[in-house]
């Protein structure tokens, strides 16, 4: 058994080396013909017309054939290159076109940038001078103070202000002034919000609609005994007219006061007092919480008047002229 194994083996081994060197043989021998085919020579003559002497040359197939694949690589190459250019060109027409539309943009962006950087230099007094009013103060520079971040990040543009358009520092600084506005408004709204609940809880209105006969201060008696002092104003209107509370408080009288007649009198908040005088009648009692515009009594003529009207004063401590509190008509 192990002998007739070892018989195949050899003669597979004899039939693979016999079909390797017949393949071997036939390849050489193509190899050979190519060659020799190759290096056959082909003659060209170039003829003149004139009878001159004709030349001639010899050159071999496998010299053409190079010659023609050279051509050929050329060509390939050539037509290659034509496309890519063509190509490249037809980018940097488009990049052209992209870039100069960029840059319109960026021209209006700045145009844009400094209007309104221009408008925040105005918009700047008017936010010093409020601050001067709501703080009490004209060191206006503190406004403008970048706090510590703010500072770092402006530092660190800094470092890079040679690769960065002007106007990223432009933006910046718009930035930082809008903050600084924004927190000034805010300083103002709250003045506003604290100076307009003062007012609500001061007086404020005009007690009755009417014509003034007589202001605050020093007069000629309207009773001919030379000159007094007037402690209020007085507002000259129909009998009847209702007479109105110029801010809330507690009415501390209601009722008969010597010459003032029938005299309604109210406290109110920060030590302000009101006084309503010569009514024809009280609409409310002491004790009573009374709002801003609420009726408290009606225009008369009692106590020592001259005719129908309402004799108005307010207090701090002592009578204070009226006047510049009776800006407001409820």
Same mark, same amino acid.
């Given at each position: 058994?192990?002998?007739?194994?070892?018989q195949?083996?050899?003669r597979?081994? %004899?039939?693979?080396?016999?079909n390797?060197?017949?393949?071997?043989?036939?390849?050489? =021998?193509?190899?050979d013909?190519?060659?020799?085919?190759?290096?056959?020579k082909?003659t060209i003559?170039?003829i003149? /017309?004139n009878e001159?002497?004709?030349?001639n040359?010899?050159?071999?197939?496998f010299t053409?054939?190079?010659?023609? %694949?050279?051509f050929?690589?050329? !060509?390939?190459?050539?037509?290659?290159? %034509?496309?890519? /250019?063509a190509?490249?060109?037809r &980018?940097?027409q488009?990049?052209l076109?992209?870039?100069e539309?960029?840059?319109?943009h960026? @021209?209006?962006?700045?145009?844009?940038?400094n209007?309104?950087?221009e408008?925040g230099?105005?918009? =700047?007094p008017?936010v010093?001078? !409020?601050? &001067?009013?709501t703080?009490?103060?004209?060191?206006?520079?503190?406004?403008?103070?970048?706090?510590e971040m703010?500072?770092?990040d402006y530092d660190? @543009?800094?470092?890079i202000?040679?690769? @960065? #358009?002007?106007?990223?520092?432009?933006?910046k600084?718009?930035?930082?002034d809008?903050?600084?506005?924004?927190?000034?408004i805010?300083?103002v709204?709250?003045?506003i919000?604290?100076r307009?609940k003062?007012?609500?809880?001061? #007086?404020?209105?005009?007690?009755c #609609?009417g014509h003034?006969?007589? @202001?605050?201060?020093?007069?000629?008696s309207?009773?001919?005994?030379?000159?007094?002092? /007037?402690?209020g104003?007085?507002?000259?209107?129909?009998?009847g007219?209702?007479?109105?509370?110029?801010?809330p408080?507690?009415?501390?009288? *209601?009722?008969w006061s010597?010459g003032y007649?029938i005299m309604?009198?109210?406290q109110?908040?920060?030590?302000?007092?009101?006084?309503?005088?010569?009514?024809? *009648?009280?609409a409310?009692v002491p004790?009573?919480q009374?709002?801003k515009g609420?009726?408290?009594?009606?225009v008369?003529?009692?106590?020592? *008047?001259? $005719?129908?009207?309402?004799?108005?004063e307010?207090r701090? $401590?002592?009578?204070?002229?009226?006047? #510049?509190?009776?800006?407001?008509?409820?």
């Amino acid at each position: 058994m192990k002998t007739t194994i070892k018989q195949y083996q050899s003669r597979f081994r %004899l039939k693979l080396f016999e079909n390797y060197y017949v393949s071997k043989k036939r390849f050489l =021998k193509l190899w050979d013909g190519f060659i020799e085919k190759g290096h056959e020579k082909m003659t060209i003559m170039f003829i003149p /017309h004139n009878e001159r002497k004709i030349f001639n040359f010899q050159i071999s197939k496998f010299t053409i054939s190079f010659f023609f %694949l050279l051509f050929v690589v050329v !060509l390939v190459t050539s037509s290659y290159a %034509l496309i890519r /250019h063509a190509g490249v060109k037809r &980018e940097e027409q488009r990049l052209l076109m992209t870039y100069e539309d960029i840059r319109s943009h960026l @021209l209006r962006f700045e145009k844009l940038t400094n209007s309104v950087a221009e408008l925040g230099d105005e918009i =700047k007094p008017d936010v010093e001078e !409020l601050y &001067e009013l709501t703080a009490g103060s004209d060191d206006v520079n503190q406004i403008w103070d970048l706090d510590e971040m703010d500072k770092k990040d402006y530092d660190e @543009l800094k470092k890079i202000q040679n690769i @960065l #358009p002007e106007e990223i520092f432009t933006i910046k600084n718009l930035q930082k002034d809008i903050v600084c506005m924004t927190n000034t408004i805010k300083t103002v709204k709250n003045f506003i919000d604290v100076r307009s609940k003062v007012v609500r809880d001061t #007086p404020s209105l005009v007690p009755c #609609p009417g014509h003034i006969t007589s @202001l605050f201060g020093w007069r000629r008696s309207p009773f001919g005994h030379g000159r007094d002092f /007037h402690s209020g104003i007085d507002i000259a209107a129909p009998p009847g007219m209702e007479i109105r509370a110029t801010a809330p408080g507690t009415v501390i009288s *209601a009722g008969w006061s010597g010459g003032y007649g029938i005299m309604i009198r109210i406290q109110h908040k920060y030590g302000f007092e009101s006084v309503y005088g010569h009514c024809k *009648a009280a609409a409310v009692v002491p004790g009573q919480q009374v709002r801003k515009g609420e009726v408290v009594a009606y225009v008369g003529q009692t106590g020592n *008047a001259t $005719g129908n009207h309402c004799h108005y004063e307010i207090r701090l $401590g002592i009578p204070i002229n009226p006047y #510049p509190y009776m800006s407001r008509i409820w």
